[in-house]
């Protein structure tokens, strides 16, 4: 059985579900990504021409943004490419090795001859360095492809501007370092991905799952907006489905549905995730983590702990506490593909 402390109802009482108004479980994402602690670092620029290919092999996430020319995505071991266009964004989150194929422009949108037309390729990496990074993973596909159509409307979530002007950014640092660049890099990789998530949310079709894509839905988007913003609450699946004016029943299908797991499970999770935050980022004590994650004891807090992380509190910390994540990952890029 969990509660919810005094102090900590006096803080979640007067945080409202969201600050954004258009999008009731913003802050749900905003806060998983500010634990996750991304970095991300440019590779380089390439280009593909008609039936070249670069290679990318597994790794760590991978980006690429489109400029010029289209061309194609095809994960290693998958048949069915991913077609790209001039504008595009196209993340491959999970580290699937990957190629980049060259192909011939449509008729119908060919501005120049064939082979006239090769497709620019700006990449680079991406990482998690904190513990939200697995519940951020969680929610991602396999490939999230952010098309930019010059026929959007002003009102459109992406535009072709933005992503011209964002990978400007990119070659000035790369260009004209000087003190920071590398956390300019970072912070504009943050911003590229994020605008690749919101894109994809604004046009993924009705049925794409996972807990992010679970945001678009104004149910189950509430109720996540709920639990991340009183983690630490005495919630029941009853309870949940009374604070959003839902049955039961409804509530647990539909969450299972779209987010993958049940509200409970899901809830567990994102209180162990803020438990090794706590862990490695402060000092603490290890009864104030868990009261202020809503459990009655310390001893039923450790063992929840320990059926997340195969490690208990004590041991998390003294091996994870201070740690910035690993050393970054990194591999050369050749600029031209081959053939």
């Known amino acids: 059985m969990t509660r919810t402390p005094k102090a900590l109802q006096r803080r979640q009482s007067s945080r409202p579900p969201s600050s954004d108004p258009r999008h009731p ?36 996430g991978c980006f690429h943004v489109v400029q010029d020319g289209p061309c194609q995505l095809r994960l290693a071991g998958k048949g069915q490419p991913v077609r790209l266009s001039p504008g595009d964004i196209v993340l491959v989150p999970h580290g699937q090795g990957h190629r980049i194929e060259g192909v011939e422009p449509s008729s119908g949108r060919r501005r120049h001859p064939p082979g006239d037309a090769p497709a620019r390729i700006t990449s680079g990496l991406f990482r998690f360095e904190g513990v939200g990074g697995q519940t951020l993973m969680r929610g991602l596909p396999t490939v999230l492809h952010a098309t930019c159509k010059a ?3 002003p009102d459109a979530v992406g535009s072709r501007e933005w992503v011209s002007l964002t990978i400007a950014a990119m070659q000035q640092e790369v260009a004209n370092p000087s003190i920071g660049s590398a956390i300019m890099l970072s912070r504009i990789i943050d911003l590229m991905f994020i605008w690749a998530v919101r894109h994809w949310l604004a ?19 509430h109720a996540l907006a709920r639990l991340h913003a009183e983690p630490g609450a005495d919630w029941t699946v009853d309870k949940l489905a009374a604070a959003v004016n839902q049955s039961r029943s409804n509530l647990s299908r539909r969450f299972s ?16 995730q ?19 994650l809503g459990y009655d004891s310390e001893a039923a807090f450790s063992r929840a702990f320990r059926r997340a992380f195969a490690l208990a509190p004590t041991e998390y910390r003294a091996r994870h506490y201070g740690q910035g994540g690993a050393d970054r990952p990194g591999r050369p890029m050749n600029r031209s593909a081959s053939a």
């Open 203 to 221: 046009s993924a079709p009705d049925g794409a799952l996972g807990w992010i894509a679970a945001l678009r839905d104004p149910l189950i988007g």
């Open 257 to 272: 549905l779209l987010v993958g797991e049940s509200p409970m499970r899901y809830l567990t999770q994102w209180r162990m």
């Open 151 to 153: 026929d959007e409307s």
């Open 25 to 60: 479980a913003a802050d749900v994402f905003f806060e998983v990504f500010s634990i996750a602690r991304m970095r991300g670092e440019l590779l380089g620029e390439t280009v593909v021409r008609s039936g070249q290919k670069q290679p990318f092999p597994a790794g760590t």
């Open 274 to 292: 803020l438990a090794a935050q706590f862990l490695s980022t402060t000092n603490r004590r290890v009864t104030q983590i868990a009261e202020t």
